[in-house]
């Protein structure tokens, strides 16, 4: 059964840094596209940074400079590097990649910019 689990959510102070992983296990085939949304209480989950299978890199406005996609094909893991987090970054975070030609999605996990 081919998962996408992510790690690495938490509890920041403004101004910290997360890094999130998400690691596609029981498939054979390496992760292609890829891409971190993000979910806010009472909003719709929006595209938060996107990676072709070509390395090319795509941010929403609002987290350009300070979030990074990246990816790991050894590891079959895509990551997103958050730094200067701002409490409006606190949201449920979900990965989103394709394998082979089938498109999964992991199960979220939940960041908090807090003081």
């Known amino acids: 059964q081919v998962q996408l689990v992510e790690s690495g959510g938490g509890l920041v102070q403004p101004g910290g840094s997360l890094r999130l992983s998400c690691a596609a296990s029981?498939?054979?085939?390496?992760?292609?596209?890829a891409a971190w949304y993000r979910q806010a209480p009472g909003k719709q989950r929006e595209l938060v940074a996107g990676i072709t299978r070509y390395g090319g890199t795509n941010y929403a406005d609002s987290v350009k400079g300070r979030f990074t996609i990246s990816r790991d094909s050894a590891k079959n893991t895509v990551y997103l590097q958050m730094n200067i987090l701002k409490p409006e970054d606190t949201a449920v975070y979900y990965c989103n990649a394709f394998l082979s030609s089938f498109n999964y999605w992991g199960q979220g996990t939940q960041v908090t910019v807090s003081s």
């Open positions: 029981g498939s054979s085939y390496t992760i292609r596209q």
